[in-house]
């Protein structure tokens, strides 16, 4: 059973548009979510975070915004950029500060220029 | 500061061998956690240990095990091998209450 899901498998924007990437969650314990981005032949960066207290974070370029009734969280990046071009996936745990984070499958953002 | 560092970055192995991942986590970092990660299946939870000791685990079957050591280097071991553990094997490490810091994987190859 997906407990975090990215629907998506794939987005392609225009350089300096909005890309936004969402991501669905069934286990309602789930109180600390992130962002990672993935180049090939790399591991995971992080990006940004959010706790189950706010809902919306921002770091620059990056916004993310929960929405806890509709289990639902979403990444936007403004303006996109070429570099940004990557496999963007978000995770969720139980409780900040443990990392058993569960994956989404997610998201290859293509950013044309 | 050096990041995490995994060993070795590639590696094929026939059904039914076993094989030892290794892991160098950030200095200073106590925790270090395992995934494994296969095309459509995301980036799934093996294990976590924190001070030689496991803490969290997923849902895998007991042919993948790992440990910590004192200096918080970790392995991770898969036996008997089978095809469906091909796969990107991400370790990461992570200081207290910090996000996780990855590797660049081990990419494992069973024929």
């Known amino acids: 059973d997906q407990q975090v899901k990215q629907n998506s498998p794939s987005l392609s924007v225009q350089e300096g548009r909005i890309s936004i990437l969402n991501c669905d969650y069934t286990n309602s314990m789930f109180d600390y979510f992130l962002w990672y981005k993935k180049y090939p032949a790399e591991g995971p960066t992080f990006l940004i975070s959010i706790s189950s207290i706010k809902d919306k974070n921002e770091d620059g370029r990056f916004t993310v915004f929960l929405n806890k009734s509709a289990k639902h969280l979403s990444l936007h990046i403004v303006p996109s950029q070429p570099g940004d071009s990557a496999v963007y996936f978000c995770?969720?745990?139980?409780?900040?500060?443990?990392?058993?984070?569960?994956f989404g499958t997610g998201t290859r953002l293509k950013v044309l220029a | 500061k050096a990041g995490v560092t995994q060993t070795p970055r590639y590696l094929i192995k026939t059904r039914g061998q076993q094989v030892t991942l290794s892991c160098s986590p950030i200095?200073?970092?106590?925790?270090v956690s395992w995934y494994q990660q296969t095309p459509g299946q995301g980036l799934q939870f093996l294990f976590e240990?924190?001070?030689?000791?496991?803490?969290n685990k997923g849902n895998f079957p007991g042919r993948f095990s790992g440990r910590q050591f004192s200096n918080s280097r970790s392995e991770m071991n898969v036996s008997t091998l089978e095809l469906g553990d091909s796969a990107l094997y991400l370790c990461?490490?992570?200081?207290?209450?910090?996000?996780?810091?990855f590797g660049p994987g081990t990419r494992l190859t069973v024929l």
């Open positions: 200095s200073g970092h106590r925790s």
């Open positions: 990461a490490s992570s200081s207290f209450l910090d996000t996780q810091y």
């Open positions: 995770a969720a745990s139980e409780a900040s500060g443990t990392y058993k984070y569960i």
């Open positions: 240990y924190f001070s030689e000791t496991q803490r």
